[in-house]
């Protein structure tokens, strides 16, 4: 039993907590854009016409409020170099008045070196 809380304290510190995140584009905009990725995604960054408004956090979904009518470049990255390739979405989206935006974002599975460091890190765990 002892082994098996262990492996869930240790699997729940390598994890890390991932958060919603709202942030304000512009104080008189209307509209909004809600990033929704299909997983956690981990040193994530948001960018919106190359203004950074979330920077290396651990990303649960990302909401921008007060973005005024217009035409929009957003980017949904990460430098967690354990995804597979390179994570990078870029979006064109246009903003009318009061106009809600979802993008839902597949995030790339985990690399091989990404589970073998997992596992080596279980391996004293069934030791004790």
């Known amino acids: ?3 098996i ?3 869930a304290i240790t699997g729940l510190f390598l994890a890390g907590c991932a958060k919603d995140i ?3 584009y512009r104080d008189q905009g209307k509209g909004k854009v809600e990033l929704k990725p299909s997983k956690n995604v981990y ?3 948001v960018l919106v016409n190359d203004s950074m408004l979330v920077d290396s956090k651990t990303i ?3 909401t921008i409020e007060n973005i005024p009518e217009g035409n929009y470049d957003v980017i949904f990255r990460s430098n967690y ?3 597979k390739g390179n994570f990078r979405e870029k979006y064109d989206i246009e903003i009318g008045p009061e106009e809600f935006h979802q993008k ?4 790339p599975g985990y690399n ?3 589970y073998l460091m997992f596992s080596v890190a279980l391996i004293p765990w069934w030791f004790l």
């Open 1 to 3: 039993m002892q082994k």
């Open 5 to 7: 809380l262990l492996i």
């Open 22 to 24: 709202t942030v304000n």
């Open 43 to 45: 040193d994530g960054f």
């Open 60 to 62: 649960k979904s990302v």
């Open 81 to 83: 170099s354990y995804y």
């Open 104 to 107: 839902n974002i597949v995030v």
């Open 112 to 114: 091989t070196s990404y």
